[in-house]
């Protein structure tokens, strides 16, 4: 049972949101959800980390208690939107945005 269908709707995902930031096609997604194709090794390490879960938990393997940590609720809608501008940023404009999260985190 691969469970990347059921993790994707527990966060509020639609597939085509899901597949814009891994830079995927939806309807590849679609494949592997549907259990019409078998994701490769890359693309599952690639979900599991994105969900923060383990492969084996992505394969249907173990239980939610072995999930590293959730998502669902775990992150507001701003902090979606700016982890999304980060993914999209250039490794420039990375470095800069952790260089202006650590200097505001000082300030605190």
């Not at 994707?8 to 549907?34: D, F, V, W």
């Not at 890359?42 to 249907?60: I, N, T």
Request: hydrophobic share 35%; charged share 30%; net charge neutral.
């Amino acid at each position: 049972m691969f469970r990347l269908k059921e993790l994707r709707e527990e966060n509020g995902m639609k597939r085509s949101e899901l597949a814009r930031q891994l830079g995927i096609n939806a309807g590849t997604i679609a494949n592997y959800e549907n259990e019409i194709r078998q994701a490769p090794y890359e693309y599952l390490l690639l979900f599991a980390a994105f969900f923060d879960v383990s492969v084996d938990y992505l394969l249907g393997q173990g239980q939610k208690s072995e999930m590293k940590t959730k998502l669902n609720g775990a992150l507001t809608e701003n902090e979606r939107v700016l982890i999304d501008h980060y993914r999209n940023c250039s490794p420039t404009g990375k470095s800069r945005i952790l260089e202006y999260a650590e200097m505001w985190k000082n300030k605190q």
